[in-house]
T-cell receptor
Framework: EAQVTQNPRYLITVTGKKLTVTCSQNMNHEYMSWYRQDPGLGLRQIYYSMNVEVTDKGDVPEGYKVSRKEKRNFPLILESPSPNQTSLYFC??????????????FGEGSRLTVL | GQQLNQSPQSMFIQEGEDVSMNCTSSSIFNTWLWYKQDPGEGPVLLIALYKAGELTSNGRLTAQFGITRKDSFLNISASIPSDVGIYFCAGQPFRTGTASKLTFGTGTRLQVTL
């Protein structure tokens, strides 16, 4: 089954404790991206990756890092989480330049609470 | 970054009623997309629009790409309980390329009463 898998789905942590949210897709997609969803603000892009070893900032990258060492994986790293990073996070993937139609495939989301 | 304005922010409707929502932008887009997020899930693409004035249907859903290219509309006919969720519009300035320039709206939360 084609899917984007995120882990963990739920996490409560404390300020300053480094954490990583993993994302993996099995569709051989070139493009991957991270979004955060906050009430009244919709989905805002954090970082995206056009392909392996190619990453770029989205609209709200402060406080986050990403890496793309393999095509299927795109982890989101919070080096020193703060309470304003409490949010619902989504990983998404899509075909790259050759076949992009506008469709993003989203994971089920990771709800993060930073105390 | 830019955000798209969606209206209404939320709505309660009765089962069987028709629903209308819209999305507006200060910039021109060449692709408009509508996604739906079920409770506890990630968004899923409903309809994609690629041409100004285009009207596209997907079952009970109909979406239109505004003539000005700065807005889009989504209509749901004869709503049912499973229509509950958050509807997001998304737009981007290109017809092809990647999702890197995709901008999402603030969402319309739909709740259906029996």
């Amino acid at each position: 089954e084609a899917q984007v898998t995120q882990n963990p789905r739920y996490l409560i942590t404390v300020t300053g404790k480094k954490l990583t949210v993993t994302c993996s897709q099995n569709m051989n997609h070139e493009y991957m991206s991270w979004y955060r969803q906050d009430p009244g603000l919709g989905l805002r892009q954090i970082y995206y990756s056009m392909n392996v070893e190619v990453t770029d900032k989205g609209d709200v990258p402060e406080g986050y890092k990403v890496s793309r060492k393999e095509k299927r994986n795109f982890p989101l790293i919070l080096e020193s989480p703060s309470p304003n990073q409490t949010s619902l996070y989504f990983c998404a993937s899509s075909l790259g330049l050759a076949g992009y139609t506008g469709e993003l495939f989203f994971g089920e989301g990771s709800r993060l609470t930073v105390l | 970054g830019q955000q798209l304005n969606q209206s209404p922010q939320s709505m309660f409707i009765q089962e069987g009623e028709d629903v209308s929502m819209n999305c507006t932008s200060s910039s021109i887009f060449n692709t408009w997309l509508w996604y739906k997020q079920d409770p506890g899930e990630g968004p899923v693409l409903l309809i994609a629009l690629y041409k100004a004035g285009e009207l596209t249907s997907n079952g009970r859903l109909t979406a239109q790409f505004g003539i000005t290219r700065k807005d889009s509309f989504l209509n749901i006919s004869a709503s049912i309980p499973s229509d509950v969720g958050i509807y997001f519009c998304a737009g981007q300035p290109f017809r092809t390329g990647t999702a890197s320039k995709l901008t999402f709206g603030t969402g319309t939360r739909l709740q259906v009463t029996l």
